[in-house]
């Protein structure tokens, strides 16, 4: 199988090193030639190439992995150049605008989000087994050129769950775009301690349970300001009715309700578990 | 050395555990008689004791273990049975009140709070290691007796640093408590989503974003009561500040003040790196 990635940093990168030990022929886009030339030094692909030209007429299938704002645009200088039977799919975290504009280009368009990464970028920090065991939306009902898709995922081990759009962009603003704002509203509220000498102490102390609330709030600003300008009413929705939870909580406090503080703190105990079935993980 | 644990959870159990490995005499006590004799199974403790009975007259120093409101209560059952000389210190995560209340009871009493743990509860889930690169307050000037208590959490290899038990309170608001209530507020506000195909999506793609930022809202809620009752007014403090910064965020993405929206999380992710200096960890 022939198989094209289009933007080669931490999830395009860490894509093609899987394909490649898998025994596909890979190859990259990059805006910049430099990154193109770590991917070949590194094995990530096996030839690279500028926008369109002479882009190999068996390409089977392209994966689209830049920053979101930039995946229509690079399908867009995509189109005139490859043969009508490739699929192309990409990764981006917000799916109806994305389908929506892709569907028209390319009749072979399907939309993926392989639920990967870490607050890492570039070709640099790519890693195989970035993808394994870990959850992958594809939009589409599991026939035809989807299933393609979800094949392509498998075969570097993730889950794959077949869904329609709007559902996707509605459950991803619960479980990452709504993380994101409320873990970085943690950084910056941290940062509001007037105190020096207790800023200096809670920046020794912060151990493993501070460092994983904060994480995804300390992740790149571009894709987390993209995320909410692509899933805005999702996402104000998710805000909304969190807010009226933390007032909540807020409350029992102020008002030393201690009992129903504990039942509440159970109850997230135990809806946490619909997510995330092991306490540690 | 011989050293008493008394309460053997997770975090007396993995005390008991490496203080054995260093060549020191353990000796522990608990609540349940069969938990006492798993720890001897598991070879954390050398012997067991009722509580105050024939406690061992060469005891060096003691660690109450035990769930934070049950500190005073452990110390005074034991002050009529120990030497003079013995040093007692604790493991809760508020540190005023059980300071002042026990060195009332035990002039020798120094407040720690070594910043470890996990989701897990009990004798079984204690693992050797488990303190080790982690950070730990001691409460004092590091003279006399503190410097006694500071070594304990050198040799099981945590960062020591002494404080004062305001600015330790007021700290660990920011750092521990506030992730608590946030991260909690999260799995409530998912249990909201009132289209039950979009829940079981989001179930389904929770990952390793969504597994961080819920994980410590998802911990033990008598625990999560405790630290609220003990440290109410520095943890609404950091509620306030906390709920006008996720307020502002709000109003950004409402407004579709995107420009602002990016700066707000470059600040963030510019914070984190106080607290944090590694991106992913």
Not at 222 to 251: F, P, W
Request: hydrophobic fraction near 40%; glycine fraction near 10%.
């Amino acid at each position: 199988m022939e198989v094209g990635i289009v933007g080669l940093g931490l999830i395009g990168g860490s894509l093609a090193l899987d394909l490649r030990a898998l025994g596909y022929r890979v190859w990259g886009i990059s805006r910049r030639v430099s990154t193109c030339r770590q991917a070949l030094e590194r094995g990530a692909i096996d030839a690279y190439f500028d926008w369109g030209v002479n882009l190999p007429q068996n390409t089977d299938l392209v994966v689209i992995c830049t920053p979101i704002e930039q995946i229509i645009p690079s399908l867009a200088a995509l189109v005139d150049y490859l043969p009508s039977t490739t699929i192309v799919t990409d990764v981006g975290s917000v799916k109806t605008p994305i389908v929506a504009r892709g569907e028209k280009l390319w009749p072979n368009f399907i939309g993926s989000h392989p639920m990967a990464g870490n607050n890492n970028t570039g070709i640099s920090s790519a890693v195989p087994g970035l993808f394994r065991g870990r959850p992958c939306a594809v939009v589409g009902k599991g026939d035809g050129i989807s299933e393609r898709v979800r094949d392509l995922w498998r075969s570097v081990g993730m889950e794959v769950y077949f869904c329609d759009a709007q559902d996707h962009d509605r459950a991803v603003a619960w479980i990452s775009h709504l993380p994101v704002m409320i873990s970085a509203a943690l950084n910056l509220a941290c940062g509001e301690e007037s105190m020096a000498e207790v800023r200096a102490l809670g920046q020794k102390l912060a151990s493993s349970g501070f460092a994983d609330t904060s994480r995804v709030g300390g992740g790149n600003p571009e894709l987390g300001r993209m995320m909410a300008q692509m899933n805005r009413s999702a996402l104000l929705h998710t805000l909304d009715h969190y807010q009226a939870v933390l007032t909540k909580i807020r409350q029992q406090i102020e008002r030393e309700d201690w009992n129903n503080l504990e039942i509440t703190l159970s109850l997230a105990q135990k809806l946490r578990g619909n997510y995330c079935p092991t306490p540690s993980s």
